[in-house]
């Protein structure tokens, strides 16, 4: 054997590759749109808040608020994850842009009003 094919021997297995490759593309073009991380983005069993600096928009840190009203103060242990927040010895809680953003009062945060915005989901305890 040389290697050297006729034509309809290669011309065959050409088609069919062909064929099972569009049928491929079309079925991860549904897993990129259904994609594990876009569901977690999504996800309706923790609601939680993501706390922003109001100066540079950038994430403070992550927030289970309790109830629907405003956030005037984040308790310390609903704090989930922590993003970028400076915290000084004086208790001052800052972005690090330079935006005050509360100050710590022992269990909780005070927040300024203000200084911050948020955005996600609120649960009713
Ligand atoms: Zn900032």
Redesign the pocket.
């Known amino acids: 054997m040389t290697g050297a094919r006729g034509p309809e021997d290669s011309l065959a297995p050409a088609t069919e590759y062909a064929a099972n490759w569009r049928s491929l593309s079309a079925e991860s073009l549904v897993v990129t749109i259904f994609s594990p991380g876009l569901a977690l983005s999504f996800s309706p069993e923790k609601p939680m808040l993501t706390i922003r ?1 109001a ?4 994430k403070i840190w992550r927030y289970d608020k309790i109830g629907q009203g405003e956030v005037l103060r984040c308790h310390k242990d609903r704090i989930k994850k922590i993003y970028r927040a400076v915290i000084a010895d004086n208790g001052r809680v800052s ?5 005050r953003i509360g100050i710590d009062k022992g269990s909780f945060y005070k927040m300024i009003a203000k200084s911050f915005t948020y955005k996600g989901t609120k649960r009713n305890g």
């Open positions: 600096c100066a540079c928009s950038k972005c690090p842009c330079g935006k």
